[in-house]
């Protein structure tokens, strides 16, 4: 029986997608999630996740860097993308980064299934229209700058976290190892490590030094004045 993850923030797309599967796949086991604290917790709890499908648009900041950090965290789940962007620079950014399938929520149902049978067992699947004669000419893989383009820090970044990405933010500033924050929140060491590095890509710092100044400065000392 296959265990599956489907994440996204829109519960309509959610719904069509978990019946489409369950029509498609007998036995399959499906867990929702409307945002990057909710995967995260799916991924730590549950016993095994054979796949997830991940809408990159969805509340959290998932960013190629986090991706990244989630592929080494959990190397016995494989790993899919869903999303209404059908660029053919979006597939080979997924791919290039080792994620095991691109789909795209213009697709029939049993085009879906086709595609999560085809990751279930081990392949990479794209859609069609990277088969094309030429598609995979008409761009190419990003190189590491173009992935992840430098974010502009300001004080309204810290708006954009996570509850838990604040909880991990202020404890790096009063420079708690990730074993310490593990400890402290109660979660998977792995799973602080991927909360980190969101916080660093959207804060636009290079390391948690330049993290926990920013905050300081920002919050003139008082670090619970984030929540």
Not at 6 to 26: E, N, Q, S, V
Not at 63 to 68: A, D, K, M, S, T
Not at 148 to 164: E, H
Request: hydrophobic share 45%.
């Amino acid at each position: 029986m296959y265990r599956i993850v489907i994440a996204d923030d829109h519960g309509l797309y959610r719904r069509g997608l978990r019946l489409a599967l369950t029509a498609g796949i007998p036995g399959v086991e499906i867990f929702e999630a409307s945002c990057f604290d909710a995967v995260l917790s799916l991924l730590a709890e549950q016993a095994s996740v054979d796949l997830a499908i991940l809408d990159l648009n969805m509340p959290g900041l998932f960013n190629q860097e986090v991706l990244g950090g989630i592929l080494s965290a959990y190397p016995d789940t494989r790993f899919a993308i869903v999303s209404g962007n059908d660029s053919r620079s979006e597939i080979l950014t997924a791919l290039s980064i080792g994620l095991h399938g691109y789909i795209v929520k213009s697709q029939r149902d049993e085009e879906v299934v086709m595609a999560v049978n085809e990751i279930l067992s081990g392949r990479i699947y794209v859609p069609a229209l990277l088969s094309r004669p030429g598609a995979a000419l008409a761009t190419h893989a990003p190189t590491p700058a173009e992935q992840i383009p430098q974010r502009r820090t300001t004080s309204g970044n810290l708006g954009r976290l996570t509850s838990r990405q604040k909880e991990v933010l202020k404890l790096m500033a009063e420079g708690y190892s990730n074993k310490e924050i593990a400890r402290d929140l109660e979660i998977a060491e792995a799973t602080t490590k991927i909360h980190a590095a969101a916080v660093l890509r959207e804060l636009g710092v290079r390391n948690r030094t330049e993290a926990a100044v920013m905050l300081k400065t920002w919050l003139t000392g008082n670090i619970n004045n984030i929540n």
